[in-house]
Structures are given as structure tokens and as C-alpha cells.
């Protein structure tokens, strides 16, 4: 079973559509699977920048059911799920713009679907509003708030422009929503648990892939001469106890810092 280590504060779980054998949909070669990963990662790490904890159902070219990715989510404990799309319609260039998709109206996630939609036809989409979607499994088993992003339709050029030219400012309009949707609990001290320091920072980034494949949330800080691994952002002291003892369980040396 894969282990997911929770913030408890802040904590993003992002789910790059299909994967693997399933490509979602496509057109004229593009594959949907590709479009939404490359999304899910620029806008983790750009939140993840910004003092989020982020976590992903994949990082890679995997396959997970619709059900796996729900239990993935629900085992992190995670604040928020957040999926990303992309649409199709029956006939090429018929329609276009983003949408996002709710388990149902009036509750938390279509709140927050609201607002990222909105940045999103901010940035140049077509709005296709918030829907309820009851059927959809990651929307009705996820334990928490959920809601599935589509980014535009895959098969019409206009939207795929967008999507391709104006890359980064989509994924910027993301953020932004989800910065305005959720904003970060608590902005003032932070501590991290350091688990290495290495002079070369190849060495840093391999422990930080460990890490990662064991779900930890984890950060690489230039402190010259050195490279410094540091697990977590913790909104306290005793919260970032609590992860030295685990970090410590799996066998790390470890040191709690400032983040």
C-alpha cells in the first residue's frame, strides 16, 4: 500500500487524469493522459513554491482506477482534491472552454470550483460553469472536498492554443484559484525536519526522490556550501516532532530546523 504523509494544515492531493494504457481522450495524436500530468506538475510545484504541501495520484505515465485514486486520496488524510481534465466533444471544433465538475451544489467544492473556473475563463477560456456530477467516483468517494478541472477541450484548436502557447499563464490562473479558494492556514513560523546535507546537489535530489516515493513532502535549500533535504513545512513545533519520530522510524537521521 502506498504511504502518504500528511500536513495537517495545508495539505493538496492533485490527480493527473487516465495514465498508463488509458489515454482519456485524444486527438490527432495528443493524448489527454499527457496534457493533464503536465498540469498537475507545474501547478504542485508552483504551489508547493508558495508554502503549500502537495501531494499527486501519480507523477508518472500510471495507470490507478478511478477507485484507487479516490483510497490514495482518502489515506493521505489530504484537505483537498483537486483533478484535472480535458474535455471532448463528439465532433472536432464544436465546443470549447473549461468547466469543473462537483459531486454537488452548495457545498465546499463547488465554492472552490467557482473561483478556479473563474480565473480560468479570466485567462481566455469560454465558461462552462460548475456542474454537478454525482456519478463520478472520484468525486463521490473522495472523504473530502473534490473537484475535477476541465482544461478546455481536447479536441478543438482554439482551446488547444490556449492550452499549448499561454501554457504558464493557465497554470498561473490555477494557482491562483486555488490560492484564493484555500489560502495557507497559517502564515507566520514554519519548521521543517532536515535529513541530509550534501555538497553536491545531485546527491540532494536523489534523497529527495526517496522521500517523495514515500510521501513525504520535501524541499532541496541551497544553504552555500551545502545542499539541505528538509521534510514538511510544519505550522508548529510539536507537529514537526511528530514527523521527526516517523522520519526517524524509517530509518533517517534527522534534525529539526526552521523551514
Do not use: C, W
Not at 32 to 48: F, I, N, Y
Not at 108 to 115: D, M, T
Not at 236 to 252: C, H, I
Request: net charge negative; charged share 25%.
Amino acid at each position: 500500500m502506498e504511504r502518504l504523509i500528511v500536513h495537517k494544515a495545508y495539505l493538496r492531493i492533485l490527480y493527473p487524469a487516465h495514465g498508463g494504457y488509458d489515454n482519456g481522450a485524444s486527438f490527432q495524436g495528443r493524448k489527454e493522459k499527457d496534457d493533464t500530468l503536465r498540469v498537475a506538475l507545474a501547478v504542485g510545484q508552483k504551489l508547493k513554491d508558495a508554502g503549500y504541501n502537495v501531494l499527486y495520484t501519480r507523477t508518472t505515465d500510471r495507470y490507478d482506477s478511478p477507485f484507487e485514486k479516490a483510497q490514495i486520496a482518502n489515506r493521505s488524510g489530504a484537505d483537498y482534491f483537486i483533478s484535472f481534465h480535458r474535455n471532448s466533444g463528439t465532433n472536432p471544433n464544436t465546443y470549447n472552454g473549461t468547466q469543473a465538475l462537483v459531486y454537488a451544489a452548495d457545498t465546499e467544492a463547488e465554492r472552490i470550483g467557482e473561483i478556479i473556473n473563474q480565473e480560468l475563463v479570466d485567462f481566455g477560456f469560454q465558461d462552462l460553469g460548475v456542474v454537478e456530477r454525482p456519478g463520478l467516483v472520484v468525486l463521490r468517494r473522495t472523504q473530502m472536498p473534490a473537484v475535477l478541472m476541465e482544461l478546455g477541450f481536447i479536441n478543438n484548436d482554439m482551446d488547444n492554443q490556449m492550452f499549448d502557447q499561454r501554457f504558464d499563464e493557465m497554470v498561473d490562473a490555477i494557482v491562483s484559484g486555488v490560492e484564493q479558494a484555500v489560502p495557507i492556514k497559517n502564515s507566520g513560523q514554519q519548521y521543517g525536519v532536515q535529513v541530509g546535507l550534501f555538497r553536491h546537489e545531485s546527491n540532494a535530489e536523489y534523497l529527495r526522490e526517496q522521500l517523495e516515493s514515500q510521501g513525504y513532502f520535501v524541499a532541496v535549500k541551497r544553504e552555500d556550501p551545502y545542499y539541505a533535504v528538509i521534510v514538511g513545512r510544519e505550522a508548529t513545533l510539536e507537529d514537526a516532532k511528530e514527523l521527526q519520530d516517523q522520519l526517524r522510524q524509517d530509518g533517517y537521521d534527522t534534525l529539526v530546523v526552521r523551514a
